[in-house]
């Protein structure tokens, strides 16, 4: 998320069982001068499934069924959906999506900075014991989870957003690396505990999770990002995040995230700046936002730039997504409608990717300011929201199929 941070605070579901059988920040930051090619070769033998080989069987039917799912259809997702809403706080069954859509999104997302400081509370108030028990709940409906890690800077102890370079200092050989490996011990620790009855087996199991660590590293507002990294930083310490929650605390319930902010003329020409290899991402994600006025040449170029991600995407065996958008307060009525289905449905690849996500709907009550980015009862663009959920394209919760059922091969 670019913003600064927050004060502690059955037609359509026919449709898409017989499918089932698969940018937007516009930043202002100047682009990094280590940018690869805005088309990386495509390789030659895309990896057939999820790059941890000791995937759960339900995180690999996930990643099948993502990958399937977006040939055909969209998920809706929206962060801390079940924790609160504009004018609520921890209520049982609300949500601002469902109660302005009639359904929950599809994709649930959820942030755990914090969990590295022992805290009992995420950087938007969230009670981590609290989250646990809302991943499970949206699970057990049959919802998709995504986790995002707002680490402080490990160097100077200030947030996020302290761009103070410090990459190297959590790398192995860095004077900070041993801290940067009991984060993530704290981190595993939180991961392992997301756990309810498998979809497959009904034995408890670990819920898997969408895991987007170091998202935006395209931009500069975040101590890692790649214009305060230098050579290959960045996709060293990707691997090395990967590499120790799959294969030191034998982490099997991840797909990773890989979500640039992608920036400069094109819109594509950083989005492989850090980019750790095949082998370490499974979703290939893009985060940008929207802010208006929306000219019609602003949905051209995004639509261009999703595209060339599910281009990507999909020559190298990965899953597309437009992993965090929005426009802030939702100042257009028609947004849904007009702008972001415009978007997603400009061409014949753009509509590919698996979901959308759109970022919180922060209180009221602990704000100066507007930070809404779903509709709630009454808002202005509730009625076109429930538009766009009419859509086809567009998938919520009560029109999901099993995402948590394997996938024969020939389906996949």
Same mark, same amino acid.
């Given at each position: 998320m670019r913003f600064t941070p927050r004060r502690a605070n059955d037609s359509r579901l026919m449709a898409a069982l017989g499918a089932f059988a698969m940018f937007a920040l516009t930043s202002a930051c100047s682009p990094s001068s280590r940018s690869a090619s805005p088309h990386p070769p495509i390789p030659a033998s895309p990896l057939e499934g999820p790059t941890d080989l000791h995937a759960t069987a339900d995180t690999r039917a996930l990643f099948f069924n993502l990958r399937r799912l977006a040939r055909e259809h969209v998920l809706f997702g929206h962060q801390d959906d079940l924790a609160y809403g504009y004018d609520w706080i921890a209520e049982p069954g609300r949500s601002d999506v469902k109660e302005s859509a009639g359904a929950y999104p599809a994709l649930y997302g959820w942030e755990v900075s914090g969990i590295e400081k022992d805290a009992p509370r995420n950087i938007d108030n969230v009670d981590f014991t609290r989250m646990r028990e809302w991943i499970a709940e949206g699970y057990r409906r049959g919802g998709v989870i995504t986790i995002s890690w707002h680490v402080g800077n490990p160097l100077t102890g200030g947030n996020a957003w302290d761009t103070t370079s410090a990459v190297t200092t959590i790398l192995p050989g860095g004077v900070r690396h041993e801290q940067f490996k009991r984060s993530l011990d704290k981190l595993a620790s939180f991961l392992a505990a997301l756990r309810?009855?498998?979809? @497959?087996?009904? =034995?408890? *199991? +670990?819920?898997?999770?969408?895991?987007?660590?170091?998202?935006?590293?395209?931009? !500069?507002?975040?101590?890692?990002?790649?214009?305060?990294?230098?050579?290959?930083?960045?996709?060293?310490?990707?691997?090395?995040?990967?590499?120790?929650?799959?294969?030191?605390?034998?982490?099997?319930? @991840?797909?990773? =995230?890989? *979500? +640039?902010?992608?920036?400069?003329?094109?819109?594509?020409?950083?989005?492989?700046? !850090?980019?750790?290899?095949?082998?370490?991402?499974?979703?290939?994600?893009?985060?940008r936002y929207l802010d208006p006025p929306v000219s019609a040449a602003q949905i051209q170029s995004f639509t261009r730039e999703l595209s060339w991600v599910v281009r990507q995407a999909e020559s190298r065996g990965k899953i597309p997504a437009l992993t965090e958008t929005g426009m802030t307060a939702v100042r257009d009525s028609l947004f849904w409608t007009q702008r972001l289905a415009r978007i997603v449905e400009g061409d014949s690849?753009?509509?590919?990717?698996?979901?959308?996500?759109?970022?919180?709907?922060?209180?009221?009550?602990?704000?100066?300011?507007?930070?809404?980015?779903?509709?709630?009862?009454?808002?202005q663009s509730e009625r076109d929201f429930r538009r766009f959920k009419a859509d086809p394209l567009f998938l919520f919760e009560d029109e999901l199929p099993n995402m948590y059922q394997p996938l024969p091969a020939s389906s996949r």
């Open positions: 309810a009855p498998s979809k @497959l087996t009904g =034995a408890d *199991a +670990p819920i898997p999770i969408i895991f987007r660590p170091w998202h935006e590293l395209t931009g !500069g507002w975040f101590w890692w990002g790649v214009p305060h990294t230098k050579n290959d930083e960045f996709a060293r310490l990707w691997r090395f995040t990967v590499e120790y929650l799959r294969d030191v605390k034998g982490l099997h319930n @991840l797909l990773y =995230a890989y *979500a +640039p902010n992608a920036a400069g003329p094109t819109g594509v020409d950083t989005y492989m700046s !850090g980019y750790p290899g095949d082998a370490y991402v499974d979703v290939l994600g893009y985060d690849l753009s509509r590919r990717i698996a979901y959308v996500m759109v970022w919180r709907n922060a209180n009221r009550a602990g704000r100066t300011d507007e930070h809404f980015f779903a509709p709630y009862r009454g808002q």
